[in-house]
């Protein structure tokens, strides 16, 4: 009942035995009848450990080292990456809030109460919608709002038009001056290209363009003198003071076609829009074009020159002439857009090759013609 545990050449044994007993036992039983002499090997506390085995310590000493700064580094590198999705989404939820999209959204657009019409600015130019378009167009505009745990999406326009601080104007206009005093109405008016200029030099190439336009003025005056001098300072007009209209109407008219009557309204639409193709403060074409039902293209307009006028169409036309000159306000129609009212600074032209193109009373003070 002492023996632990058989092994090769001899047992283990309860070490609180008698263990000179149990040899003497062993040895007068062996020794006579097999030869085998039995001793007692009492256990040590030490072991004598091999380079191996130190070895072989050092190395899972290492591994679970090893393997703790594994653990670590990885619990490190997880709670950093929690931490940067965290911040991703708390950064997110600030770039996509109301009022971030909101700064973004009115940068270029806004609304008008009077009438119900949209804006869209759009380089240097504005485009008005109607409800309906105005939110298919800022459709892609959305913005995320954390509610519980939860981050959800909300379209834009929709809460938009219910906030009390939104960008909008009691009306929306075109006076051409660049600062307006009264800033609850929208002016699109984005000023000339011309005064955008500051730095320039008086070279041979400016001087030789100044005498290729003053000849083309004389040209379309016959050369006399005062009416030079009064086209022009109606010229000038235009550019010195566009927010006063001189209620007055230039006809330029020539036996002969070429002689630059159309070249003088492009060149001054280009001094006003040289970044555009087509000048966006020009309206050029004939009576037909400028007095259809749809009057979108006269919106925005400093000239408006009409061509090819022949006596009937200007006797039958006289009044709305005299109207597009005189008129302080015009209503600008426009497709699927509430028609709006605007103010008239445009400046008409009228050419003709017709020698009496348009009736003209005695005491007329609207018309000033001239015969190239």
């Excluded at 008698?18 to 007068?28: Q, Y």
């Excluded at 039983?29 to 256990?43: F, L, P, Q, R, V």
């Excluded at 770039?95 to 949209?118: A, G, Q, R, T, W």
């Excluded at 380089?123 to 378009?133: A, I, S």
Aim: charged fraction near 30%; glycine fraction near 4%; include cysteine.
């Amino acid at each position: 009942k002492n023996i632990g545990v058989l092994m090769f050449d001899g047992f283990l044994i309860n070490n609180e035995c008698n263990k000179e007993d149990i040899l003497n036992i062993l040895n007068t039983y062996c020794n006579e009848k097999y030869n085998i002499n039995w001793i007692c090997k009492s256990m040590g506390n030490s072991i004598e450990e091999s380079e191996t085995y130190k070895n072989y310590l050092i190395n899972k000493e290492e591994k679970q080292q090893s393997n703790l700064l594994s653990i670590e580094t990885q619990t490190k590198m997880l709670l950093e990456e929690n931490l940067k999705t965290i911040k991703e989404q708390q950064e997110r939820i600030i770039n996509l809030s109301y009022k971030k999209i909101k700064e973004k959204f009115e940068k270029k657009h806004f609304m008008v109460s009077n009438p119900i019409i949209f804006g869209s600015e759009k380089k240097d130019e504005v485009v008005l919608y109607n409800k309906q378009d105005f939110a298919t167009l800022t459709a892609p505009y959305i913005y995320i709002m954390k509610i519980g745990d939860k981050v959800v999406q909300r379209d834009f326009f929709p809460q938009w038009l219910k906030d009390e601080n939104k960008r909008i104007y009691n009306n929306v206009d075109f006076i051409p001056k660049l600062n307006i005093e009264d800033k609850t109405i929208y002016n699109m008016f984005k000023g000339f290209d011309c005064i955008k200029i500051n730095d320039y030099e008086e070279d041979d190439e400016m001087k030789e363009g100044w005498k290729v336009f003053n000849d083309l003025i004389s040209v379309l005056t016959n050369n006399e003198i005062n009416c030079q001098k009064y086209l022009l300072n109606y010229i000038a007009h235009i550019f010195q003071y566009p927010d006063i209209n001189p209620l007055i109407g230039v006809i330029l008219k020539s036996k002969i076609q070429g002689v630059g009557k159309n070249s003088l309204v492009q060149i001054l639409s280009k001094i006003m829009d040289f970044k555009n193709r087509h000048s966006k403060y020009l309206l050029e074409g004939d009576m037909d074009d400028i007095t259809g039902t749809f009057s979108k293209d006269l919106s925005n307009k400093m000239l408006i020159a009409i061509d090819e006028v022949n006596s009937q169409q200007g006797f039958e036309n006289n009044d709305k002439i005299k109207k597009f000159i005189t008129q302080e306000t015009r209503k600008i129609n426009e497709k699927n857009v509430k028609s709006y009212n605007e103010s008239n600074y445009s400046r008409v032209f009228l050419f003709s090759n017709n020698n009496n193109p348009i009736k003209i009373e005695e005491n007329d003070r609207r018309f000033v013609v001239f015969k190239a």
